[in-house]
């Protein structure tokens, strides 16, 4: 068992870790302690994974919208600047995110949508793993 901290914190970018759990437990402490946080989930189109993701969170009684970087125009900027924390459905997405907001974006990487479908079992698995283990909910 390695236990190399070869991960760094997806938000702060500032903090070494042993697991790929996305943040630091400072980050951790900080956004924990926003009341009522709001996750913007953001894949291509809006319509399959980021809607999948966002009924995760809903399931666990959090405030989840999804968007599509490619449909929602100019509305990404206060979008991400309302957002407590920017969720990707691909890594490359990040571009998308202005740059001063980037701090908040936790990757959620599945790669491109295979599933054209937000209520398919297999993506709704893998999204509920992912939001436990990343975000420990
Ligand atoms: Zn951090």
Redesign the pocket.
């Known amino acids: 068992m390695s236990t190399e901290l070869t991960h760094t914190?997806?938000?702060?970018?500032?903090?070494k870790l042993d697991t790929n759990y996305a943040?630091?437990p400072?980050?951790?402490v900080k956004w924990k302690e926003i009341k009522n946080p709001l996750f913007l989930c953001l894949c291509q189109y809006g319509h399959s994974r980021s809607v999948c993701l966002a009924r995760v969170l809903h399931s666990k009684k959090q405030q989840a919208i999804a968007a599509g970087v490619g449909t929602c125009g100019e509305w990404i900027a206060p979008l991400c600047r309302r957002a407590d924390m920017i969720l990707i459905l691909e890594t490359s997405f990040k571009k998308h995110v202005p740059g001063v907001e980037q701090w908040k974006v936790v990757d959620f990487h599945v790669g491109p949508d295979r599933w054209v479908n937000p209520y398919n079992q297999e993506l709704n698995a893998i999204l509920k793993a992912m939001v436990e283990q990343k975000l420990k909910l």
């Open positions: 914190c997806s938000r702060c970018r500032g903090y943040l630091c400072v980050c951790d």
